[in-house]
């Protein structure tokens, strides 16, 4: 399945200002084939011109299209009411917070057939989204960073820059348990 070009986006979403979360959302949306339109992302990710999209309902949005979901983050000392909301709507939704995963991890569960999502901070000193879909001589396929790769160095560097928390969403499909146990 060939991952879709964030150009391929609805235009409504790149005149939302701090849209890399939400076209993050839609990107893998997309993947998996869950219909979405820009009204219901907006809502479901939480997004607000102040601040954006936080991680944790970037996740929970995924968690709600009906995609199986994991969260990770180093431990959060700052966390505003704003997303401690975020917080308590993925307990409800029984997401839980793992420990951050390192990038090995994440590659693996990309090549399982997921998609991370990771946030980094850009050289600008900008918090951004993007999927991550490989690693090829020591660079990073990002298709939302600009140029849509990152060498590893810079991109680990941006993944540990203060109150990035090494951050990151796994994304796939929802695979149900059987009724009765398979020998």
């Not at 909301?85 to 997921?114: C, E, N, Q, S």
């Not at 000193?125 to 849509?148: C, K, Q, T």
């Not at 990152?150 to 499909?173: C, D, H, K, T, Y």
Request: charged share 20%; proline share 9%.
């Amino acid at each position: 399945m060939k991952f879709p070009e964030w150009l391929e986006a609805p235009k409504e979403l790149f005149e939302i200002d701090g849209h890399c979360g939400l076209l993050a959302a839609w990107s893998v949306l997309r993947y998996f084939g869950k219909p979405t339109d820009v009204p219901m992302l907006v809502r479901t990710c939480r997004h607000t011109k102040r601040h954006g999209v936080f991680t944790v309902c970037l996740a929970t949005c995924l968690k709600e299209h009906g995609l199986q979901v994991s969260f990770h983050s180093d431990p959060d000392t700052n966390i505003g009411e704003f997303e401690r909301r975020g917080y308590t709507h993925a307990h409800r939704l029984g997401l839980i917070v793992g420990p951050a995963l390192d990038l090995p991890i994440l590659l693996r569960a990309r090549k399982r057939g997921h998609i991370p999502i990771v946030f980094f901070n850009t050289s600008s000193d900008v918090g951004h989204f993007s999927p991550l879909l490989a690693l090829r001589h020591g660079v990073l396929r990002l298709p939302m960073a600009e140029g849509g790769t990152m060498p590893l160095s810079e991109f680990l560097a941006g993944w540990s820059a203060p109150g990035i928390l090494r951050q990151s969403v796994i994304a796939g499909p929802l695979v149900e348990s059987p009724i009765f146990p398979v020998p």
